[in-house]
T-cell receptor
């Protein structure tokens, strides 16, 4: 079983829809990250969370530490949001490494 | 500030050969991590360097090795290449526990 699980694996939405991507993890963490990966391979950090909720533009990320669960929401989705969204955690311990989920491939149709 | 740059962007090698991938981190970033991403999968942690010392290693054999230099650059070396080593190799740098900044990766193909 992977230490970080995401759902769904693939998601197709119509422009304007509200989107939710879920992430569950099984290890103790110091932080959880949401990242975006475009087809070329580059990865961009969207959020780093250790508690509560963060908002940036149309993106909202929440985390429930007790339930070991996080969600990424996209409001008023747009075709330019099409990308792979990846959840990653920094486990407790001496390194600052990331443990990644397998990603959610999002396609937003015009 | 300059971002994280990786070279080369693409590389083709044959089984048994050796390869060196390079990464230039952002100025002031004392931590560099390397990840391997197979097609359709999430990245897997290879190892991390903190102030030029290895600071953690994932489940990769010793033929994967690395170096971090004082000028914020780093290298990933892979010996005795195998077909399964075909992947996107990502470098990421940060200042301590701050969010990592990723390069665009090197796509390595093994024939």
């Amino acid at each position: 079983k992977n230490e970080v699980e995401q759902s769904p694996q693939n998601l197709t939405a119509q422009e304007g829809e509200f989107i939710t991507i879920n992430c569950s993890y099984s290890v103790g963490i110091s932080a959880l990250h949401w990242l975006q990966q475009h087809p070329g391979g580059g990865i961009v950090s969207l959020f780093m969370l250790s508690s509560g909720k963060k908002k940036h533009g149309r993106l909202i990320a929440t985390i429930n530490i007790q339930e070991k669960h996080s969600s990424l929401h996209i409001t008023a989705s747009h075709p330019r949001d099409s990308a792979v969204y990846i959840c990653a955690v920094t486990p407790l311990g001496g390194t600052y490494k990331y443990i990644f989920g397998t990603g959610t491939r999002l396609k937003v149709l015009a | 500030e300059t971002g994280v740059t990786q070279s080369p962007t693409h590389l083709i090698k044959t089984r048994g050969q050796q390869v060196t991938l390079r990464c230039s981190s952002q100025s002031g970033h004392n931590t560099v991590s390397w990840y391997q991403q197979a097609l359709g999968q999430g990245p897997q942690f290879i190892f991390q360097y903190y102030r030029e010392e290895e600071n953690g290693r994932g489940n990769f054999p010793p033929r994967f090795s690395g170096l971090q230099f004082p000028n914020y650059s780093s290298e990933l070396n892979v010996n005795a290449l195998e077909l399964d080593d075909s992947a996107l190799y990502l470098c990421a740098s940060s200042r301590d526990s701050q969010p990592q900044h990723f390069g665009d990766g090197t796509r390595l193909s093994i024939l």
